[in-house]
């Protein structure tokens, strides 16, 4: 059972039939955690090794309300707790005194057994919606149960690596709801992003930096009159002055962030770009998943491909993950690599040879990922330091728009949901 | 050079490599795959009889309908063919709002009529349905439905239009060819409101028995076949690429009310006492379920282990020496299934160190069940919402008893439901089960199964993990 910070959304609302309210299907309140935990991580990266505290007293407090009626208001108990549930040690040390401590408010003294009124078996327990909290209450010759479903809290980030090289993964932002993120652009950039565009399949939404959230700014719908394809892909570039433009498959919409939030969508099949900018390559999207191969910039066109990377600015070979699995250098193909996934991208850093490609893995969406830097030196491609992990699939790999970075966007296979990161790297 | 540079890169990266990552999905090919049960029709209305027969209804009919709403792996009901919904504040009025402009596979446009009228085809007593204006419906009951959502994302409540070998949905896939009880052919709805299929077509075989698809997986003539949950173990031990669901069905003695022999309730808790569900498990369930006394598995209900499940013969001794005891109890099982038999007969030995003799009988369950002192049946849950689950398991132990096993949304009501079905041992748990399948290694985004049918549109054909000159429409 994976943990979550944000409550499961969903098209329920509970309404007076006289007059019915059409559900929002994303309520700005609703991502107010999540944008918390998402703008608190971007902008103090020292955080992120620091779980987030969960507030168990609400839970604590109706099981002590469930306990004192079931048992009759019992002065003295016994408690034991058993964790039968993926809590760890600590959580469970917080749980107990979370627990005596409401038990103890309620005016029920906890005593050892031999001396207790009633004898309460506390299980933690877990089913497919979370945490539950089962206790069995054992008052005289009778005995009940007490049954409190609690929400949880978010997993901690999985601990650093250090080496010469190495690759950083900065949480940028969780979907509310399980609609695929096809990219995200960080405004304000640096040190003092303040404001967040993100693409989804159904929208683009402005989200500004509000102490230490993110907070729904506006948001643009991208209306359309076919279906997506399966496995949609989409990319914003930024331009100047807050402009943008999100390039989909068969679309391409204009905006500004400049003052509010204002994009124009239509039908079109012009080309993407694939460096972190407008001025180099481009190549044409298919209806599908994957670059036809047709490109512009006088690039060798290698047939049709998932995604494409320089490993040097200005450098006319590229590398290209051909939809056939082979990977495309200049005029050569090598047979697919083991080990190597669908997505590439190059970022500058000021370490090693100033450029390195990122990678992701072979495999499937069912699986966990990881992304590993790699440098591109003479005749050998080495991987430089340790491979970040994802929780899930990285579904989209793309340069970020100040070239010192990339955007991740993994689906958490715990959750269901879509996350964005920031890749960096940094040397000793 | 270059070539160097590539191979120089395959030895780094292998050395380093995580070991496992993922790829961008490819369009194309076809899937086979293969069924034990004869299907003989592909209307999901239709109330399948054996357990084989209800997973495959389930799973073919995800291809072709969609429901009005989906459970996600939380189970959550989020929007399939109905985008919002809303309810009165004492849940006996529901409202839904369809999505527009979708049609079924026959051209046919989907509106809140025709939804009625595949949603009547189930005669339900809890509630009535119409439809207000094209694209609303509304529910309402004399009972509140807090689980009305969950009940809906069931696949027996998809939405269809026409019956019989012209029936039509508007789900992922679409009929090309059915021959009941042999083979049904579909193809991939390119116009699906919720993405078109990455495979182009899907084969499905059925009445193939598990020896002769485990034959055909191993040949490469089959890329999903259906596995015993007691064979999974040794198969993947085989090296065969064995799926595994979380357990999705209950084995349960269930007595029969009309048999003058087992109304003392001390006989029933006597058999219950003597059955040793974990040498049931560990023996001929190959550790693969979960020795249980409850009715829904812990990863549902969360509480699973509040019901007893040890062995207690002693206890079961000293019932046994109080009581009236009849020469032989007979205990049918579903002659189709192997595991079954296996099990009643343990189930017999069991209850003859209670000093009960039993005898184990294959019947037809379907057809002519329901003579026997006891029965050994097996019921899929077919949903992931605890309170919906039970009462699936209520309306199939129970057909008679509407109200039994009902419970309103919060866990406390549905375990007090699932405390009041085992009360008096009129139902008693042995094992839940998962479900488990073989998959061929070209196939990839295979979904762990889980109830609400397979998620084969997410499903691609990976034609770099073997040659198959089957796979054409290539990225």
Redesign the interface.
């Known amino acids: 059972m994976m943990r979550s910070l944000t409550p499961?959304?969903?098209?329920?609302?509970?309404?007076?039939?006289s007059g019915?309210?059409?559900?929002t299907?994303r309520s700005k309140w609703a991502l107010v955690p999540a944008l918390a935990c998402a703008l608190a991580l971007l902008l103090l990266p020292q955080l992120r090794a620091q779980s987030i505290p969960t507030n168990w007293t609400e839970a604590a407090r109706e099981l002590a309300r469930q306990i004192s009626e079931k048992a009759g208001s019992p002065s003295s108990i016994s408690l034991t707790i058993k964790n039968?549930s993926s809590l760890v040690n600590a959580d469970v040390a917080e749980i107990r005194h979370t627990v005596e401590t409401q038990l103890s408010s309620s005016g029920m003294r906890i005593v050892k057994p031999d001396q207790s009124v009633a004898d309460i078996q506390l299980?933690l327990?877990?089913?497919?919606?979370?945490w539950?909290w089962?206790a069995?209450i054992h008052h005289g010759a009778t005995s009940d149960?007490?049954?409190v479903?609690v929400f949880t809290r978010q997993a901690p980030p999985l601990p650093g690596v250090s080496s010469t090289i190495t690759l950083h993964k900065t949480f940028l932002w969780a979907q509310p709801d399980?609609t695929p993120v096809l990219d995200v652009a960080v405004l304000g950039g640096g040190s003092n992003p303040n404001a967040l565009l993100v693409l989804d399949s159904s929208m683009v939404s402005l989200y500004h930096a509000q102490q230490s959230h993110w907070e729904l700014e506006q948001s643009q719908p991208i209306a359309r009159s076919?279906?997506?394809?399966?496995?949609?892909r989409g990319r914003l570039m930024l331009g100047h002055d807050r402009k943008f433009e999100a390039y989909l498959p068969g679309m391409k919409c204009s905006g500004s962030a400049d003052s509010g939030l204002t994009m124009e969508c239509h039908n079109a099949d012009d080309p993407w770009p694939l460096g972190n900018n407008n001025d180099g390559p481009k190549a044409f999207f298919?209806a599908?998943?994957?670059f036809t191969g047709v490109m512009t910039s006088g690039i060798a066109s290698p047939g049709?491909f998932?995604s494409a990377a320089v490993a040097q600015p200005d450098s006319k070979e590229w590398f290209f993950l051909q939809?056939?699995?082979q990977?495309h250098?200049?005029?050569?193909a090598?047979p697919?690599?083991?080990?190597?996934?669908?997505?590439v991208a190059a970022i500058k850093s000021n370490c090693g040879r100033s450029w390195q490609l990122l990678t992701?893995?072979?495999?499937?969406?069912?699986?966990?990922?990881?992304v590993?830097a790699?440098e591109?030196e003479a005749?050998?491609?080495?991987?430089a330091g340790?491979?970040v992990?994802f929780p899930g699939?990285?579904?989209a790999l793309w340069p970020a728009s100040d070239g010192n970075s990339a955007i991740a966007i993994s689906k958490n296979l715990g959750t269901?949901k879509y996350e964005a990161f920031s890749l960096s790297i940094t040397c000793r | 050079?270059?070539?160097?540079?590539?191979l120089?890169?395959?030895a780094?990266?292998?050395?380093?490599?995580?070991?496992?990552?993922?790829?961008?999905?490819?369009?194309g090919g076809t899937l086979r795959i293969e069924l034990r049960a004869p299907l003989a029709s592909l209307d999901p209305a239709e109330t399948e009889a054996s357990s084989a027969a209800q997973s495959a209804q389930e799973h073919i009919a995800a291809l072709i309908f969609d429901p009005l709403?989906r459970l996600?792996?939380?189970?959550?009901?989020?929007?399939a063919l109905a985008?919002?919904?809303?309810?009165?504040?004492d849940f006996r009025?529901w409202?839904f709002?369809l999505r527009s402009y979708i049609k079924f596979h026959d051209g046919t446009p989907f509106n809140a009529a025709k939804a009625v009228e595949s949603l009547l085809k189930i005669a339900n007593p809890h509630w009535r349905v119409r439809a207000e204006g094209n694209d609303s419906l509304m529910f309402e009951s004399d009972s509140p439905l807090p689980n009305l959502?969950a009940e809906l994302a069931q696949m027996r409540y998809a939405i269809a239009h026409g019956s019989g070998n012209a029936i039509s949905g508007t789900g992922p896939f679409q009929v090309t060819s059915w021959q009941p009880g042999k083979q049904l052919v579909l193809k991939a709805n390119d116009?699906?409101?919720?993405?078109?299929?990455?495979v182009d077509s899907i084969e499905i075989a059925l009445g193939r028995s598990l020896h002769d698809q485990m034959v055909d997986l191993e040949l490469g003539r089959a890329d999903v076949i259906e596995v015993g949950p007691d064979q999974a173990r040794s198969a993947a031990q085989e090296g065969k690429r064995v799926v595994t669901s979380s357990p999705n069905e209950v084995f349960a003695l269930l007595f029969n009310p009309q048999k003058a022999m087992v109304q003392d309730e001390r006989l029933r808790e006597t058999i219950a006492g003597a059955l040793d569900r974990v040498a049931i498990n560990n023996v001929l369930l190959q550790k693969e379920g979960e020795p249980s006394g409850a009715l829904l598995p812990?990863?549902?209900?969360?509480?699973a282990?509040?019901f007893p499940a040890a062995h207690n013969l002693e206890h079961a001794l000293q019932l046994r020496g109080e009581i009236m005891v009849p020469a032989t109890l007979v205990l049918e099982y579903d002659f189709s299934d192997p595991l079954a038999k296996a099990i009643a007969e343990r189930v017999a030995v069991n209850a003859r160190d209670a000093r009960i003799n039993m005898q184990a009988l294959g019947e037809n369950l379907g057809a002519r069940g329901g003579s026997a002192d006891l029965q050994l049946v097996r019921v899929r849950f077919a949903s992931?919402d605890?309170a919906t689950a039970l009462s699936n398991v209520a309306a199939t132990l129970s057909p008679a008893d509407a109200s039994q096993g009902r419970a309103a949304g919060?866990?406390?009501e549905v375990?007090r439901a699932e405390s009041a079905m085992l009360n008096g041992f009129q139902i008693v748990p042995i094992a839940q089960v998962p479900e488990a399948w073989g998959l061929s290694g070209r196939v990839?985004?295979?979904?762990?199964p889980r109830p609400g049918g397979w998620s084969a549109?997410?499903v691609?054909l990976?034609v770099?993990s073997g040659p198959d000159s089957r796979v054409e429409g290539?990225?």
């Open positions: 499961a959304t969903t098209c329920q609302g509970t309404i007076p039939l019915i309210v059409p559900k299907h039968s299980t327990s877990q089913n497919v919606q979370g539950l089962v069995e149960a007490a049954l479903p399980a076919k279906p997506w394809p399966r496995d949609l298919g599908r998943n994957f049709p998932f939809t056939s699995n990977l250098f200049g005029a050569s090598s697919g690599i083991n080990g190597w996934g669908s997505n992701t893995g072979a495999g499937d969406y069912t699986q966990s990922d990881s590993q790699t591109v005749s050998a491609i080495t991987p340790a491979p992990d699939p990285v579904t269901g | 050079m270059k070539r160097s540079v590539f120089l890169l395959a780094s990266l292998l050395l380093v490599g995580p070991g496992h990552a993922a790829t961008r999905p490819h369009y709403v996600d792996e939380k189970g959550a009901a989020q929007p985008l919002t919904w809303q309810h009165a504040p009025s409202q709002t959502p116009d699906y409101w919720d993405a078109r299929p990455y812990q990863w549902i209900s969360g509480y282990f509040l992931l605890a919060t866990v406390a375990y990839k985004n295979w979904m762990q549109a997410d691609w990976d770099s290539r990225p």
